[in-house]
T-cell receptor
């Protein structure tokens, strides 16, 4: 079984400050991990994904995440927040085998960026 | 990049009527599509896996007779909410992966369809 926990349903940062969104996973098999962003009344856009290659994954819009097996974590970071980063962020876990595409999502974290 | 389109984006209907939502992959083929439901300020809940040419696989607790899924072609899956009631009001999102992208291929999401049942 797989599950994802996002710590903090709401994160507020100042523009230019570091963004850190936390995600911990549970998986009985080596996981694939994903971060998605959702803007109001829209679908999800993939920011980045970990698929058992490099543990430090770089994504779009300056975001990156590091897979830490020992901590079962996949936290999302961005060195300097921009106003346009304000959105809902979802961490998701999926199985490493089979082309099922079945993802389990975390509860989501709302990122607020203050001017 | 690949595009998944949902239609309609917004729909308002009366209680007791049925509503059909379409999910199309515009520039790729997908043997499998996924339907999610999202309540306000909450996460996405996987409802079912739609398989081209065969029956959908429903997650535990999802009524298959209430949420009819048809995947008639490699580019189209439909979700029909039958005899809709106010508690069915939600944001429904579909997703699909390119048939030839492999297991690590990106999962593309539609823009979502907001259903409001009066």
């Amino acid at each position: 079984a797989q599950s994802v926990t996002q710590l903090g349903s709401h994160v507020s940062v100042s523009e230019g400050a570091l963004v850190l969104l936390r995600c911990n996973y549970s998986s009985s098999v080596p996981p694939y991990l994903f971060w998605y962003v959702q803007y109001p009344n829209q679908g999800l856009q993939l920011l980045l994904k970990y698929t058992s290659a490099a543990t430090l994954v770089k994504g779009i819009n300056g975001f990156e995440a590091e897979f830490k097996k020992s901590e079962t974590s996949f936290h999302l970071t961005k060195p300097s927040a921009h106003m346009s980063d304000a959105a809902e962020y979802f961490c998701a876990v999926g199985p490493p085998y089979g082309n099922t595409g079945k993802l389990i999502f975390g509860q989501g974290t709302t990122l607020q960026v203050k001017p | 990049g690949a595009v998944v389109s949902q239609h309609p984006s917004w729909v308002i209907c009366k209680s007791g009527t049925s509503v059909k939502i379409e999910c199309r992959s515009l520039d790729f083929q997908a043997t499998t599509m996924f339907w999610y439901r999202q309540f306000p300020k909450q996460s996405l809940m996987l409802m079912a896996t739609s398989n081209e040419g065969s029956k959908a696989t429903y997650e535990q607790g999802v009524e298959k007779d209430k949420f009819l899924i048809n995947h008639a072609s490699l580019t189209l899956s439909t979700l029909t909410v039958t005899s809709a009631h106010p508690e069915d009001s939600s944001f429904y999102i579909c997703s699909a992966r390119d048939l030839y992208a492999g297991v690590t291929g990106e999962l593309f999401f539609g823009e979502g369809s907001r259903l409001t049942v009066l």
